[in-house]
T-cell receptor
Framework: EPEVTQTPSHQVTQMGQEVILRCVPI?????FYWYRQILGQKVEFLVS????????KSEIFDDQFSVERPDGSNFTLKIRSTKLEDSAMYFC?????????????FGDGTRLSIL | AQKITQTQPGMFVQEKEAVTLDCTYD???????LFWYKQPSSGEMIFLIY??????QNATEGRYSLNFQKARKSANLVISASQLGDSAMYFC????????????FGPGTSLSVIP
């Protein structure tokens, strides 16, 4: 069964450094998302992306964050200058259609640890 | 106000017994979708089951069924014949008609299956 693939599974970065989290969505999906889950807390929406542009973003997704689809397969989340509070599990998700009845399929996540 | 409420932070169930995980939601939209995701200790997010706001029948998917009571705005997950591998966090989530982008997650219920 097709799946969303995220790399790396664990990223350790010094505070203030830039980090890029990578995702390969399911191949025929058109809608892409990033979520984060701080340890012990609920999953929070960050951003959605469609047709090479952001369609919605949360208040968490400030100027330090950016997303890109550099080629036909990858979807990346960049954090420019990481802070300690950016430590979390980051999930990429994709869906085939932009409808409320379509599930978003999640990757296994990247655990980001900021030192 | 919380959009998704899961009042059971932790639940225990005996192996082979059925268990119900509670979820209530809050929306003013007529069109919305409700989802349940499972997150094992390994961290990945696994889609389990979907219920649409206009669906008249309760959703079922193998051992999972959704007890949807629209007037009460509840969407409880029922797991029949619990297995040890069902031990995980379970998240109720909603995708509202007003925003087809983000999925809003509840705080989760930790389920432990006892042999």
């Amino acid at each position: 069964e097709p799946e969303v693939t995220q790399t790396p599974s664990h990223q350790v970065t010094q505070m203030g450094q830039e980090v890029i989290l990578r995702c390969v969505p399911i191949s025929n999906h058109l809608y892409f998302y990033w979520y984060r889950q701080i340890l012990g807390q609920k999953v929070e929406f960050l951003v959605s992306f469609y047709n090479n542009e952001i369609s919605e973003k949360s208040e968490i997704f400030d100027d330090q964050f950016s997303v890109e689809r550099p080629d036909g397969s990858n979807f990346t989340l960049k954090i420019r200058s990481t802070k300690l509070e950016d430590s979390a599990m980051y999930f990429c998700a994709s869906s085939a259609k932009h409808l409320s009845n379509q599930p978003q399929h999640f990757g296994d996540g990247t655990r980001l640890s900021i030192l | 106000a919380q959009k998704i409420t899961q009042t059971q932070p932790g639940m225990f169930v005996q192996e082979k017994e059925a268990v119900t995980l509670d979820c209530t939601y809050d929306t003013s939209d007529q069109s919305y979708g409700l989802f349940w995701y499972k997150q094992p200790s390994s961290g990945e997010m696994i889609f389990l089951i979907y219920q649409g706001s206009y669906d008249e029948q309760n959703a079922t998917e193998g051992r999972y069924s959704l007890n949807f009571q629209k007037a009460r705005k509840s969407a409880n997950l029922v797991i029949s014949a619990s297995q040890l591998g069902d031990s995980a966090m379970y998240f109720c989530a909603m995708r509202e008609g007003a925003s087809y982008d983000k999925v809003i997650f509840g705080p989760g219920t930790s389920l432990s299956v006892i042999p």
